[in-house]
């Protein structure tokens, strides 16, 4: 079968969700910053719109702390299951102890882009986060982005056991060469040698999406 298994929502918290999406989207729309920034990762306007980006300009309560940051949400079948937030500010993260990416708090980690999982395909990609799971759907090859080894969930294999092929896309380093190599172990995945130093949005940068499909190719 080929639906996350995710906590159960209330109705209340559905509408919510659905009211932050709603919301941040139209901040994104005027939020030139934000979208130079996708355009920088190569996302146009249209990719933004059909993945439901936005950009946490007027924070409904609860993220206030959120402020300034990019709005991935989890879309399913039924709607908005949670959310991720990555930072914009102009610094290296690490550097300064600033969290790249933020969950919503008490939310457990799901799979993201999981309508990839509904196309009619004998292959998915498994990418090591959000944006490179973007890239890669956006490029015509059905992916979904999963936690790293660390967080990986032993249902996150049955999610994947209807396709005939997984393809890993851990990042060019010794983090996401574990990551590739744990979902060979877990899910019968089959390793993608990313470039050293790249992942799958550089790449994808560097070469477009024919130099994505030649890994797999």
Request: contains cysteine.
């Amino acid at each position: 079968w080929r639906a996350a298994i995710v906590q159960t929502l209330s109705a209340a918290e559905r509408q919510f969700f659905e009211q932050a999406a709603l919301q941040y989207q139209r901040d994104l729309a005027g939020d030139t910053s934000a979208l130079a920034y996708l355009a920088s990762r190569g996302f146009s306007p249209q990719a933004a719109s059909t993945f439901r980006l936005g950009v946490v300009r007027t924070p409904l309560v609860g993220h206030e702390s959120l402020r300034g940051r990019l709005v991935i949400p989890y879309l399913t079948p039924s709607g908005v299951v949670n959310f991720s937030f990555r930072c914009l500010r102009q610094h290296v993260c690490k550097e300064a102890g600033c969290p790249k990416y933020l969950p919503i708090e008490g939310r457990e980690r799901n799979a993201y882009n999981v309508l990839d999982q509904k196309k009619d395909s004998p292959f998915i990609c498994v990418a090591e986060g959000e944006l490179d799971a973007l890239t890669l759907s956006m490029c015509g090859l059905p992916a979904v982005g999963m936690p790293g080894a660390k967080q990986w969930k032993r249902h996150f294999s049955r999610c994947l056991e209807d396709f005939d092929v997984i393809y890993a896309f851990g990042d060019g380093d010794e983090a996401g060469s574990k990551f590739s190599s744990h979902l060979a172990k877990e899910a019968r995945a089959r390793p993608i040698a990313m470039p050293q130093g790249m992942d799958v949005n550089s790449l994808y940068l560097k070469e477009g999406a024919d130099g994505l499909r030649r890994l797999i190719d």
